[in-house]
């Protein structure tokens, strides 16, 4: 079992950015695939970006593309996703999820087995 806490949010411009954080609890951080999603007022949560457990692969969502870029440091049992260029339509609580299995659609909430508590990202226009 890993325990996730998601950091990092705040209040931002338009074209401003941010870098995120989810500290993991736990010695086999290493062992779990990483996403982040998002969740805006009266939306579903929706898939941002992923990594694989050895940081060697990584996905975005057409939206984020090119703005925001997801890492990962396993010495520090820690998840980022950095966010540039960042519009108001990006505002949203930002969620971190921790994937045991290896396989599966890792755009998909239901594939993930843990999840932080979230944190507000809110950009103004």
């Known amino acids: 079992q890993v325990q996730l806490v998601d950091a990092g949010g705040g209040l931002v411009q338009a074209g401003g950015s941010l870098r995120l954080s989810c500290a993991a609890s736990?010695?086999?951080?290493?062992?779990?695939?990483m996403g982040w999603f998002r969740q805006a007022p009266g939306k579903e949560r929706e898939f941002v970006a992923a990594i694989s457990r050895t940081g060697g692969s990584t996905a975005y969502a057409d939206s984020v593309k090119g703005r925001f870029t997801i890492s990962r440091d396993n010495a520090k049992n820690t998840v980022y996703l950095r966010m540039n260029s960042l519009k108001p339509e990006d505002t949203a609580v930002y969620y971190c999820a921790a994937d045991r299995s290896p396989n599966g659609n890792k755009w998909q909430v239901k594939s993930y087995d843990y999840w932080g508590q979230g944190t507000q990202v809110t950009v103004s226009s």
């Open positions: 736990g010695r086999t951080f290493s062992i779990y695939d």
